[in-house]
């Protein structure tokens, strides 16, 4: 008997719309990510609450009205371990205005969702947010559980994010280690 179809067989997220979440959209029925707390995150609309209360904006992909992934973004700061930043360009600001990727989850039969969600978030930012609001960075606090051995900056990383705190000990002792990229040669490829 041949494998059942899936709901994302065959699909390129590549070419999928990424929509920004509204009230309108009732979507997500069936949605499972590998990481548990993201499914509980959505269904108990812990997402939608805190898009409805101004904390973060949330976009998603769906097909044929399944949710493929969704990833918020907010207002952050960020402040690196290693002095400031950006000293060589005589900026000598200690802490830095950023968007902070909050949340990133795929479906786990949606290959390549989360790629395309973050590939999409960072075009966002550096054409649509950077040139309207003085942000240089994007930052990430990439989920770290020694228990089930789980570290998923290295996933970012493959983007390019450094880490802020790159001799902080293991396993963190918030639960993840927080990261960040800077947008400027996004910024500059596009001009």
Same mark, same amino acid.
């Given at each position: 008997?041949?494998?059942? @179809? =899936?709901? &994302?067989?065959?699909?390129?997220?590549?070419?999928? #719309?990424? *929509?920004?979440?509204?009230?309108?959209?009732?979507?997500?029925?069936? &949605?499972?990510?590998?990481?548990?707390? &993201? #499914?509980? &995150?959505?269904?108990? /609309?812990?997402?939608?609450?805190?898009?409805?209360?101004?904390?973060?904006?949330?976009?998603? $992909?769906?097909h044929n009205?399944?949710? %493929?992934g969704y $990833?918020?973004?907010?207002?952050?700061?960020?402040?690196?371990?290693? /002095?400031?930043?950006?000293?060589? *360009? #005589? $900026?000598?600001?200690?802490?830095?205005?950023?968007?902070? $990727? /909050?949340?990133l989850a795929?479906?786990?039969?949606?290959? /390549? %969702?989360?790629?395309?969600?973050?590939?999409?978030?960072?075009?966002?930012?550096?054409?649509?947010?950077?040139?309207?609001?003085?942000?240089?960075?994007?930052?990430?606090?990439?989920?770290?559980?020694?228990?089930?051995? +789980?570290?998923?900056? *290295?996933?970012?990383?493959?983007? =390019?994010? *450094? +880490? @802020?705190?790159?001799?902080?000990?293991?396993?963190?002792?918030? =639960?993840?280690?927080?990261? +960040?990229?800077?947008?400027?040669?996004?910024?500059?490829?596009?001009?």
């Amino acid at each position: 008997m041949p494998p059942r @179809a =899936g709901k &994302f067989d065959s699909v390129t997220f590549l070419t999928e #719309n990424v *929509e920004q979440l509204t009230p309108e959209l009732e979507t997500g029925q069936g &949605f499972r990510c590998s990481r548990p707390e &993201f #499914n509980t &995150f959505w269904r108990k /609309g812990r997402v939608q609450r805190e898009v409805m209360a101004s904390v973060c904006r949330c976009w998603i $992909i769906r097909h044929n009205d399944a949710l %493929a992934g969704y $990833i918020t973004l907010l207002a952050d700061k960020l402040s690196a371990s290693d /002095g400031p930043l950006l000293a060589s *360009e #005589n $900026i000598q600001y200690e802490t830095f205005p950023a968007v902070k $990727i /909050g949340l990133l989850a795929a479906d786990e039969r949606a290959k /390549g %969702a989360g790629a395309c969600l973050i590939d999409w978030a960072l075009e966002f930012i550096a054409t649509e947010i950077a040139q309207k609001l003085g942000v240089r960075f994007v930052t990430v606090d990439a989920l770290y559980d020694p228990d089930s051995d +789980y570290d998923v900056s *290295e996933y970012y990383r493959r983007w =390019g994010f *450094e +880490y @802020a705190y790159p001799d902080e000990p293991l396993p963190p002792q918030e =639960g993840f280690r927080t990261l +960040y990229l800077d947008l400027l040669p996004f910024i500059d490829a596009l001009k």
